[in-house]
């Protein structure tokens, strides 16, 4: 299974305090970048002075000498943000020139999305009793269908599905050369709203041809996997390890997590054949039996599985080339749905907010629509849960809130 580049939203948080100033934007791409090339857009973007300076030019075109003056204190020379393309020259002013969306803007945002995301979710819902037929073919007690929908038709439709159709059709913007990729950026405003139940977020790792993949919110803290794979080696940087040891022990380490991962994933699916004993697992993943005991006691307390009478049952939605028919069967209906919501509401949403900070700019609306659309469908999903279509990652009989994972071996789009 190809790895799935899907998790477009690649977030580069500013998250060190200078001089007591926490920096004011958080940012982000839709493309390629590599720093090998310079000027670089994430080494730009870590600059205090040049977030405060775009900052300031979201609420209007600034003289250059202004632009100039508030760039003195920094090492970023403005044909650098030119080169980028994130300011223009008109005339005598410089001009914001990339998507910045300031407080203001994601609360109208958010007040706006409210209600359409009610709209694209009450569209689904006008297909629940086909939805609903088509996830009785999921055919193991010990997993939650809502779980595999929530999954399905919240992730790999909404969200993966959702970004392909919106590229395609020309409702947003994906790609433009600039010299250290070809990539669109975006920029927030450090706001207090929460993202809180706005389900958009997938992380995914492949392990020999498997992925793994958490789906939920960006507000609660994923004590799932791939995450935990992802952030046990960044643990070295609170050791007292010398400099020039820690890359080799963190290669290690990632070396091994990768490896369990691997192991893992084997186990998982082939319990969506059915319950195994631990030497059945053990087998599944090719390795001995005492080394398996270890990894199945970590996925039963991460609730990834369940024992009873010494065999385990699979807890999570595992996806395999029997489940192909159903999952393309659910996407079809995901597609139509989006595709029709989008014909009705696109213009309609692009005249509302056609005064957003960087829309008064001169940007066009298709640049900053990956994000909107993030809002609409992450804000849909909820609503989704709450009609009991989907899972509840919040539910209270769930441990670990916020996320559903999910294992599959079939590609998605």
């Avoid at 994130?86 to 998507?99: K, M």
């Avoid at 595992?318 to 139509?336: H, Y």
Wanted: aromatic residues 10%; glycine residues 6%; contains cysteine.
């Amino acid at each position: 299974m190809k790895t799935l580049q899907v998790c477009v939203l690649i977030m580069f948080f500013a998250c060190a305090l200078l001089a007591q100033d926490q920096p004011p934007l958080h940012y982000s791409i839709v493309g390629d970048s590599s720093c090998a090339t310079k000027p670089c857009y994430t080494e730009t973007m870590s600059d205090l002075a040049v977030q405060k300076m775009l900052l300031g030019l979201a609420a209007g075109p600034r003289p250059i000498s202004d632009v100039e003056a508030a760039l003195k204190s920094s090492a970023v020379p403005v044909n650098a943000l030119l080169q980028l393309k994130l300011i223009r020259r008109e005339g005598d002013r410089y001009f914001l020139n990339f998507p910045l969306f300031t407080a203001a803007d994601v609360k109208r945002i958010r007040e706006s999305s409210e209600v359409y995301a009610d709209s694209l979710a009450r569209a689904m819902l006008t297909h629940r009793q086909e939805i609903e037929a088509a996830l009785q073919r999921y055919d193991l007690p010990s997993v939650d269908r809502k779980a595999v929908a929530y999954f399905v038709l919240g992730c790999a439709s909404f969200d993966w599905d959702g970004l392909n159709l919106t590229e395609a059709k020309g409702y947003r913007k994906t790609s433009e050369d600039r010299p250290d990729g070809k990539y669109v950026p975006d920029a927030e405003e450090t706001n207090s709203l929460s993202l809180e139940r706005v389900y958009w977020g997938s992380h995914n790792s492949e392990y020999d041809g498997i992925t793994m993949t958490s789906f939920g919110d960006h507000f609660s803290k994923r004590y799932t996997l791939p995450d935990l794979f992802w952030r046990l080696p960044g643990r070295i940087e609170k050791t007292d390890y010398p400099d020039e040891l820690r890359p080799a022990i963190e290669s290690m380490l990632d070396a091994s997590l990768k490896q369990t991962g691997v192991f893992v994933s084997r186990m998982l699916v082939s319990l969506r054949e059915g319950e195994k004993t631990l030497p059945e697992l053990a087998q599944a993943a090719k390795m001995r039996a005492e080394d398996a005991e270890t990894l199945v006691r970590m996925l039963a307390a991460l609730e990834f599985v369940s024992v009873h009478n010494d065999r385990y049952q699979v807890a999570i939605p595992v996806f395999t080339e029997r489940d192909e028919a159903m999952v393309r069967q659910l996407l079809s209906i995901g597609n139509k749905v989006m595709d029709q919501w989008l014909a009705v509401n696109y213009t309609k949403m692009k005249g509302e907010l056609r005064d957003l900070s960087f829309t008064r700019s001169g940007v066009p609306f298709e640049d900053g629509f990956t994000m909107i659309w993030h809002y609409i469908f992450g804000i849909a999903n909820r609503h989704l849960v709450e009609a009991g279509l989907f899972a509840d990652p919040y539910a209270p009989s769930r441990k670990y809130k916020g996320s559903i994972p999910v294992v599959s071996e079939i590609s998605f789009p």
